[in-house]
């Protein structure tokens, strides 16, 4: 099958050549900053986790919101979906594919990263949290593989995929859930240490996976003669809307308990990234009203039935779940955490140039897969119809 | 079995010809044994290391003395940038350093009164839960250590510190302003660093296993005695428990269960 992604269009070509070139910038750009450090990145003494940890946890959102088209269709025999689960397996494969890469431009010493097999320490929620990505990405590299193998030949996959299939739902609960551990267990950084961050990471992930999905099936279905189908959107729509509206809820009920309490700890970070604190105004704040201001938008387009179903509209409210999951999760919710320090003090933090750059490399890298991986599932499915 | 002259140049030559070097060499090919070699080294007799500090005769200058003392033994550079700062023995304010505790009506003079920080050596420390790969943890006589040559720089530990007392090398250390330090490296006798690593205070575990103190105690012992000690919490006839016993200590956020074994008499 892997011949159908080196045999397409110009556009086809054009598109990776471009997403190459910026692959080629961040790698140039990470070469600089190996070669000098971190100090290159808006990284601080106070801020030690910015923008590179802040999209890896964005992203395992991402690849855990596949699970909601494997889920209906698997357990809940939900037919129509099983056109697009591999959609949603493939999205994940390029999602934690992009986790990895930003774990490791975020580490000091890069050489270093064996040690964490040869010296593991079962008590360190990272080592959990790499065995969890990697066993879902082979999970979802192994289920996309044999199933679109099986649909070309026009057979039925294999007895042990659908055992794969079965343990590859709970894992993508799992995978949100120890990266939401990665905070939620820390001592003195308030902002995260909240029994609800598994919650709120799993409601925000199965919101903004699936409304990745739904502007990927659109543009799957402008560029291909494979249509992802008009019934299977308007069901991610509606997964969509339901998830988004637990997130907002999950979030109102932090800002209550906070701002009800009254206890300072748990009220700083959020008057920080919206207000500013002790004087200090907050780089942040645009943003996190933006993002505020997206959720409004998307809850507006999402929750009245006529909106929702007509697919202009729905990918309108969906490109703004994204906006505003991307920014509060991708951004505010790691760098509040630092902001005030252990001292109250506020130090701010913004990405530098080729911080961003860095970035940029990554997400092209997670594009450039994807767009190979949709390639293969739409020449496929395209041979399967004719 | 441990490593000896021997097994150690040949582990070197091979590593050498890999390209492997230092004790990721020996970690490789002889698992284990470099540690049960370092195990040989006599540890300190203390069960549960802990320090006192005593702000009442604590002055400017002599927080300055130890905080040098401490810096030029551990080759810790003047980076000249505050945003990438290491800093292993350092001040903060009152209200800072004990930001619980703050209230409108303090007088200025406490308020912005510098005290000493340090690593607390929490009994149930946190950042050592949190390494992924064993580059910190507690030592039985309650140091918690950290290797700088297995750390990856992955800053969870910093992360999970509640008390800022982790420090990373955004920068290259041995790259650090010439003119800022001239005589870098300060202690020929203490590793140098790698960019891209965490370190922290280690009770100076070099010094202690040589039965020395640590080199800010000493460094405060020269002007003054007994404003900073350094002692064993397990052992009852020790200096800090006597002084534990006799005055009202504080230690830095209690609530959060991690233990400091840091104490100051406010």
Redesign the interface.
């Known amino acids: 099958m892997l011949d159908r992604a080196v045999t397409g269009s110009q556009k086809y070509w054009g598109w990776l050549i471009f997403l190459l070139i910026l692959m080629g910038i961040g790698f140039a750009c990470y070469l600089y900053q190996f070669k000098?450090?971190?100090?290159i990145t808006g990284?601080?003494?106070?801020v030690?986790?910015g923008f590179y940890i802040g999209q890896l946890t964005y992203f395992v959102g991402v690849a855990a919101g596949g699970v909601m088209v494997v889920l209906p269709y698997y357990l809940h025999d939900y037919k129509a979906f099983g056109r697009i689960t591999i959609l949603g397996e493939f999205l994940a494969v390029a999602s934690v594919v992009m986790c990895g890469l930003f774990?490791m431009v975020?580490?000091?010493?890069?050489p270093?990263?064996i040690?964490?097999m040869?010296?593991?320490?079962p008590?360190?929620?990272?080592?959990w949290d790499?065995i969890v990505l990697n066993v879902y990405m082979l999970l979802n590299i192994v289920i996309g593989w044999n199933v679109l193998s099986a649909e070309r030949k026009g057979i039925s996959y294999q007895k042990w995929v659908k055992v794969l299939i079965y343990i590859s739902i709970p894992w993508a609960f799992s995978i949100h859930t120890v990266t939401a551990f990665?905070y939620a267990g820390?001592?003195?950084?308030h902002f995260w240490l909240t029994a609800i961050m598994a919650a709120r990471f799993l409601s925000s992930a199965f919101a903004s996976g699936p409304a990745l999905l739904i502007l990927l099936c659109l543009i799957v279905r402008k560029v291909s003669k494979f249509d992802p189908g008009k019934e299977q959107i308007r069901t991610l729509g509606g997964i969509v809307t339901y998830a988004f509206i637990l997130n907002m809820f999950f979030l109102l009920l932090e800002v209550f308990t906070a701002f009800y309490s009254q206890i300072p700890g748990h009220m700083h970070s959020f008057i920080y990234l919206f207000w500013g604190l002790e004087g200090h105004g907050s780089v942040l704040a645009p943003w996190m009203w933006a993002s505020v201001a997206f959720a409004v938008v998307a809850l507006a387009l999402l929750i009245v039935p006529a909106t929702r179903r007509r697919e202009d509209i729905l990918a309108v409210g969906c490109a703004a779940v994204i906006a505003s999951t991307w920014i509060d999760k991708g951004f505010g919710l790691v760098i509040g955490?630092?902001i005030p320090?252990?001292?109250?003090?506020v130090f701010e933090y913004w990405p530098t140039v080729p911080e961003v750059l860095i970035s940029v490399g990554v997400w092209a890298t997670g594009f450039f897969i994807l767009s190979v991986l949709y390639k293969i599932v739409v020449s496929v499915k395209e041979e399967v119809a004719a | 079995m441990g490593v000896d002259r021997r097994g150690f140049l040949k582990i070197a030559g091979i590593s050498a010809l890999l390209g492997l070097g230092g004790k990721?060499a020996i970690?490789?090919f002889a698992?284990g044994d470099l540690e049960a070699s370092m195990d040989a080294v006599p540890l300190t007799e203390g069960k549960r290391w802990a320090m006192v500090i005593d702000m009442q005769k604590m002055d400017e200058e002599m927080m300055d003395k130890c905080i040098e003392a401490c810096h030029s033994e551990h080759n810790v550079p003047d980076l000249g940038n505050?945003?990438?700062?290491v800093k292993w023995l350092f001040k903060?304010e009152y209200e800072?350093?004990f930001?619980g505790q703050k209230h409108d009506y303090i007088g200025d003079e406490v308020k912005h009164k510098n005290f000493l920080l340090l690593c607390n050596h929490c009994s149930n420390p946190?950042c050592c839960?949190?390494?992924?790969?064993?580059?910190t943890w507690q030592r039985k006589d309650g140091v918690v250590m950290m290797d700088q040559h297995?750390?990856?720089?992955?800053?969870?530990c910093?992360?999970?510190?509640?008390?800022?007392a982790r420090?990373?090398?955004?920068?290259?250390p041995r790259k650090a302003p010439k003119e800022l330090n001239p005589d870098f490296p300060t202690n020929l006798g203490y590793p140098t660093r790698?960019?891209?690593?965490?370190e922290k205070c280690t009770f100076c575990a070099e010094r202690i296993a040589k039965g020395q103190l640590p080199a800010c105690v000493e460094a405060a012992n020269e002007i003054k005695e007994n404003v900073l000690t350094f002692g064993d919490l397990a052992d009852p006839d020790s200096g800090v428990r006597a002084i534990l016993r006799k005055h009202y200590t504080i230690r830095r956020?209690p609530e959060?269960?991690?233990e400091p074994n840091i104490f100051y008499i406010v």
Request: positive net charge; contains cysteine; hydrophobic residues 35%.
């Open positions: 000098v450090g971190l100090k990284m601080s003494r106070d030690s986790w774990v975020d580490l000091g010493n890069l270093r990263m040690n964490i040869i010296y593991p320490n008590t360190s929620i990272l080592f790499m990665l820390i001592p003195g950084r955490g630092f320090n252990p001292f109250e003090r | 990721t970690d490789f698992p505050p945003k990438d700062e903060e800072h350093t930001p946190p839960r949190v390494c992924p790969t064993k580059a297995r750390c990856i720089g992955c800053r969870f910093m992360a999970a510190c509640p008390f800022g420090s990373f090398n955004w920068g290259d790698e960019k891209g690593v965490v956020k959060l269960g991690t």
